[in-house]
């Protein structure tokens, strides 16, 4: 099972223009985390937001949480050609979780 | 090492033969869990490890699947008699702190398993 939906399921841009993932889910959550997966390669964390955290920056990476709406952002600002992968949110079951749960993610491609 | 290693990295078997995927974690990383992902999906947790101990198993799919770390360093996750809708990416992660909250994960390449 799957405990975030990231929207849209694809997104395509142009180098410099700026790209916005969103992410729900559906349990009481401790934190939220996005990664960042390129073809054939394993996923690297980006950046972790805590339930009670509202924004995070880091770099060209903004992400937001907004915990009662179960729903998170991640923006990416000034994309490059090399931001083009997939971005995964996953979270932990608060009060029952033990792993990451994952969802479907978002395919950004980025052309120069 | 310097990070998450997994082999084989590519493995083909045809239709009823076992297979055995290994992950070598981080040195001293506690938490090691085991995901698997289909073509164009997320990744979906199988198994979890707080060193040694198998603490959480929900995530496999059937009594086929066997997945051991029993010296709380390397993990090697076993296939019985595969079958086609086994064929999938089998990731690797693990974690400096202890499962539930465990913070980053740092993931392995994977290994690729395709079965004829």
């Known amino acids: 099972s799957q405990q975030g939906e990231e929207d849209p399921q694809a997104l395509s841009i142009q180098e410099g223009e700026n790209a916005t993932m969103n992410c729900s889910y559906k349990?009481?959550?401790?934190?939220l985390q996005w990664y960042r997966q390129n073809s054939g390669r394993g996923l690297v964390h980006l950046i972790l937001?805590?339930?009670?955290?509202r924004e995070k920056h880091s770099g060209r990476l903004r992400v937001t949480l907004d915990t009662s709406k179960k729903s998170s952002s991640l923006l990416i600002t000034a994309s490059r050609a090399a931001d083009t992968a997939s971005y995964f949110c996953?979270?932990?079951?608060?009060?029952?979780?033990?792993?990451?749960?994952f969802g479907k993610g978002t395919t950004l491609s980025v052309s120069s | 090492g310097a990070g998450v290693s997994q082999s084989p990295r590519y493995k083909v078997a045809k239709r009823g033969q076992d297979v055995a995927l290994r992950c070598d974690p981080i040195?001293?990383?506690?938490?090691l869990f085991w995901y698997q992902q289909a073509l164009g999906q997320g990744p979906e947790f199988l198994t979890y490890?707080?060193?040694?101990?198998?603490?959480?198993k929900s995530g496999l799919p059937s009594d086929r699947f066997f997945a051991e770390r029993p010296e709380g360093s390397v993990s090697t996750l076993k296939i019985q008699r595969t079958q086609q809708e086994d064929s999938a990416v089998y990731l690797c992660?693990?974690?400096?702190?202890?499962?539930?909250?465990?913070?980053?994960?740092?993931f392995g390449e994977g290994s690729r398993l395709t079965v004829l």
């Open positions: 992660a693990s974690s400096l702190r202890r499962g539930g909250n465990t913070g980053e994960l740092f």
């Open positions: 349990t009481s959550i401790n934190n």
């Open positions: 937001i805590r339930s009670n955290e």
């Open positions: 996953a979270t932990v079951d608060a009060q029952a979780g033990t792993a990451l749960i």
């Open positions: 040195s001293g990383h506690v938490s």
């Open positions: 490890f707080q060193n040694e101990a198998q603490l959480d």
